[in-house]
């Protein structure tokens, strides 16, 4: 329960903060509302499960082979969510939206997770971070991805269906400031069980 929790706090952190996904949902609401942006909506919600899925899975015959692969990337994951949570916690207070022409479709952004570099990085991050070589790989890639999956949906949903709210908050230095710290810090909290002995 422990692992799932610190699963969820990880997959709310980086599926609220600003980011490509959440910026391009936020404009698409603004400019073609709900209904419109679902087809974008769903690409996100469900092409990054199954890139941790596809990631997890085809990584899982790597780590059993050589462990200290699995180790390497953990580290490398952990210290990245550090730096992410600082430049959380230290961004600018202007967000800036990109202007699209059309809504994204469900396929474009399906495919979006697979050169968005951040969506890389959380991805192996998350998988070296909360799985163990110790067990079986492909359940516990399952639970990530099924934790992203329950958890990024209603982070996407608030992104789309309050984007003009949001974005008129997050103009404010001081609410932004507060958002970023706040998210910053449950970011590093759900390092925690994963550095604890």
Same mark, same amino acid.
């Given at each position: 329960m422990?692992?799932?929790?610190?699963i969820a706090?990880f997959?709310?952190?980086?599926?609220?903060?600003?980011?490509?996904?959440?910026?391009?949902?936020?404009?698409?609401g603004?400019?073609?509302?709900v209904?419109r942006?679902?087809p974008?909506?769903?690409g996100i @919600?469900?092409g990054f499960?199954?890139?941790?899925?596809? %990631?997890?899975?085809?990584?899982?015959? *790597?780590?059993q $082979?050589y +462990?200290?692969?699995?180790?390497?990337?953990k580290?490398?994951?952990?210290?990245?969510l550090?730096?992410l949570?600082?430049?959380?916690a230290?961004?600018s207070?202007?967000?800036?939206g990109?202007?699209?022409?059309?809504?994204?479709?469900?396929?474009?952004?399906a495919?979006?997770?697979?050169?968005?570099?951040?969506?890389?990085?959380m991805a192996?991050g998350?998988?070296?971070?909360?799985? @163990?070589?110790?067990q079986?790989?492909?359940?516990?890639? %399952?639970?990530?991805?099924?934790?992203? *999956?329950?958890? $990024?949906? +209603?982070c996407?949903?608030a992104?789309?269906?309050?984007?003009?709210?949001l974005?008129?908050?997050?103009?404010?230095?001081?609410?932004?400031k507060?958002?970023?710290?706040?998210?910053?810090?449950?970011?590093v909290?759900?390092?925690?069980?994963m550095?604890?002995?």
């Amino acid at each position: 329960m422990e692992l799932i929790l610190a699963i969820a706090l990880f997959a709310f952190s980086s599926g609220i903060t600003p980011g490509p996904n959440n910026i391009m949902l936020m404009t698409s609401g603004v400019n073609f509302g709900v209904k419109r942006s679902i087809p974008h909506l769903m690409g996100i @919600s469900l092409g990054f499960p199954t890139m941790i899925l596809a %990631i997890g899975l085809g990584l899982s015959a *790597l780590f059993q $082979a050589y +462990p200290i692969i699995h180790q390497v990337i953990k580290i490398i994951g952990i210290v990245y969510l550090l730096y992410l949570s600082w430049l959380i916690a230290n961004s600018s207070s202007k967000m800036e939206g990109k202007s699209i022409v059309k809504p994204f479709s469900f396929l474009q952004a399906a495919a979006f997770q697979w050169v968005n570099p951040k969506g890389w990085i959380m991805a192996v991050g998350a998988i070296a971070t909360f799985t @163990s070589v110790q067990q079986d790989l492909t359940p516990q890639v %399952i639970t990530i991805a099924t934790v992203f *999956l329950c958890v $990024a949906f +209603p982070c996407a949903v608030a992104w789309l269906g309050f984007g003009v709210a949001l974005k008129r908050i997050l103009k404010n230095e001081r609410q932004q400031k507060i958002f970023n710290i706040t998210m910053a810090i449950l970011l590093v909290a759900s390092i925690i069980p994963m550095i604890a002995p």
